[in-house]
């Protein structure tokens, strides 16, 4: 069975961002940028799954700009086969890239798809569902455990109060959460490996995709604000301002 | 505009997600409910309470017991062609079911909401809530989910909605439920407690963090959360996690005991009323945000804390 592992190129998840000044975005000149942290556990999962004799080969996708290419030779590096990217300057929303990765699969035919649950620039947390649904096909959001056997695939998923454990007709949709595994570093010899891998340049229209945005995105604004308070001196103090603000 | 609201309930009673979401739709025009489960008619019940709705949809069939995505979407969908907008919280039920609705109607779905600025115009948080994005839909319909901390809860009484059965395909034959394992826990839920003491790395394993900060929370009747690292170093169980990708809470009091502030973390607290740092760096990123801080050795202070309070 081949695994389909969509990952997208983010801005680093130890930067912190910052709104340009005419409100038009987030600004990502010079900013360090790196695979999705979800998208790097979706990878992962993958190559262990293949380890394990569950899967045969593994296919990562993006879509996204040219640069998205380095991401793409990290999944390889990790241990992804090959690559596909879908070549394109322009913010695609989850939908679209959904309606891509369907076209996508549909060449692929894979039995698997692996995802991160969102991406930590627009926390949409929608593109796995969206595929999930334009295919008819079963969804494992939110994955803390992945099993494959035979047919089917168990997956255990972080809900608000625990756990909860489905069981997915194959092909399936799954999507990760923190907690599946720890992703590991690609090796030297396997990021100078990844470089003769094959990755293929395509472009959403090669897929009969419209990407023409159904979201304006009007304005982008900080946050409010928090102003740092005050420090006291001991644990009296502490309790006589809990006490002032009616807490115990 | 006509709206449908996913109530979000366990079969038995309906959770107060539901009511900030009612609210979220009340902005928007006509409120009726959706309550899809198994032997649910005392949620709808309930819910033909809240304030200001004017129906309740009941879908009660097995194969909605347990909310799975791939029964649910379909019967949505169809309540959806004469209803402008769905609206679900952003509870791990809305937030699995509601793209999967939105792409069925090839609509762009909006997560998370914090505002409703217009007709098809809203805020929502993006980069961890550091950037508040103005989005404005193109869609003939209306896919949301709302964040629950930033609307106030509908009142649950006062209303008299009408309450009709609906039936809808029932199970797809796509999935199964095979269990749960959903913490019994006697303390306040982490997105409705009114105060919460949180603890990170800095409680070295799972014993300490009970030691340390259960009896600071039992005194204070509040809820229990972590960081991402507490959680991660298996101090307590993932449903305590708050941040960006954890629970977001906003209670009237935060208490953070030995967290640094993350911006993960910070993304998901930085709405509380107050916050309060107890942490022996005093360098940490937690007391740029924090109302009050204290610099010192958790371990001395947070047991003193619970004795004098």
Redesign the interface.
């Known amino acids: 069975m081949k695994a389909l592992v969509p990952v997208k190129r983010v ?1 680093d998840y130890n930067v ?2 910052r ?1 340009k000044a005419d409100g038009t ?2 600004d990502l000149a010079n900013v360090k940028m790196s695979m999705n942290p979800f998208d790097e556990i979706a990878v992962e999962e993958a190559i262990r799954l293949k380890e394990s004799g569950a899967v045969t080969e593994i296919i990562a996708i993006s879509v996204g700009p040219a640069k998205a290419q380095e991401t793409l030779r990290t999944a390889l590096a990790m241990g992804a086969d090959s690559a596909i990217l879908v070549e394109t300057d322009d913010e695609v ?3 679209a890239v ?1 309606k891509i990765l369907k076209a996508a699969a549909a060449e692929v035919q894979p039995g698997l798809i692996i995802l991160g ?2 991406a ?15 295919m ?7 994955a ?1 455990k992945v099993v494959v056997e035979g047919d089917s695939v ?1 997956v255990t ?13 194959l092909p399936a949709i799954v999507t990760t ?3 599946l595994n720890e992703p590991r570093y690609a090796s030297l010899p396997n990021i100078m490996k990844a470089k003769k891998k094959p990755l293929d340049v395509k472009t959403p229209a090669d897929y009969g995709v419209d990407i023409t ?11 409010p604000v ?1 102003q ?5 001196a ?3 103090e ?2 006589a ?2 006490k002032n ?1 009616g ?2 | 505009m006509k709206t449908l609201v996913w109530v979000e309930h366990d079969n038995s009673a309906m959770a107060d997600a539901t009511l900030a979401a009612v609210t979220a739709a009340g902005k928007l025009g006509e409120v009726h409910l959706l309550v899809a489960g198994s032997g649910c008619r005392a949620v709808a019940e309930q819910a033909a309470q809240i304030a200001g709705v004017g129906k309740v949809h009941l879908a009660d069939n097995a194969a909605y017991a ?1 909310a ?3 029964n649910v ?1 379909p019967l949505v969908v169809d309540l959806m062609s004469h209803h402008d907008a769905f609206v679900a919280p952003a ?3 809305g ?10 109607l ?7 909401i914090l505002s409703v600025e217009g007709e098809k ?1 809203f805020t929502r ?15 003939a319909k209306l896919v949301i989910t709302v964040r629950g901390t930033a609307f106030d809860k509908a009142e649950t009484t006062g209303g008299s909605a009408t309450i009709e059965d609906v039936s809808g395909a029932g199970d797809a ?11 019994k ?1 006697e303390r306040p839920e982490l997105t409705s407690a009114k ?1 919460i003491v949180s603890g990170g790395r800095a409680l070295k394993d799972s014993e300490t963090f009970q030691q340390v900060i259960m009896p600071l929370a039992d ?2 009747g509040a809820g229990v959360g972590a960081s ?1 690292a507490a ?2 170093a298996g101090y307590v ?3 305590y996690q708050v941040g ?2 954890g ?1 977001i809470v906003a209670p ?2 935060y208490i953070a005991i030995g967290i640094s502030g993350a ?1 993960q973390h910070l993304a998901g607290m ?1 709405d509380s009323k ?3 740092a107890i942490n022996k760096d ?1 360098d940490a990123p937690i ?9 010192g050795d958790l371990f001395k ?1 947070v047991p ?2 619970t004795e ?2």
Do not use: C, W
């Open positions: 801005i912190k961002p709104v975005g987030v929303e989850p939908l959904a649950k969102q930590i620039d627009d926390d949409s947390n929608q593109t796995g569902q969206m595929l999930a649904a334009l008819n096909l079963p969804q494992g959001t939110f803390s168990t998923r972080e809900v608000d109060g625990g756990l909860e454990t489905v069981k997915l007709s959460d923190l907690r945005p159904r979201i304006k995105t009007l304005k982008v604004a900080e946050p928090r740092a308070g005050i420090k006291v001991d644990v009296d502490l309790v301002k809990l603000m807490v115990a | 347990n799975l995505a791939e979407a509870t791990s039920h937030k699995n079911i509601t793209p999967r609705v939105a792409a069925l090839d609509v762009m779905q909006i997560s998370d115009t948080p993006t980069y961890a809530g550091n950037a508040i994005a103005t989005v404005e839909s193109t869609d034959g796509l999935s199964s439920f095979v269990g749960a394992e959903i913490a826990n105060i005194k204070l991402r959680v991660d169980p993932n449903d960006q990708t629970k009237e009091v911006i930085k107050t916050i309060i005093e007391f740029q945000v924090a109302d009050i801080g204290l610099v202070i003193e804390l004098k309070l």
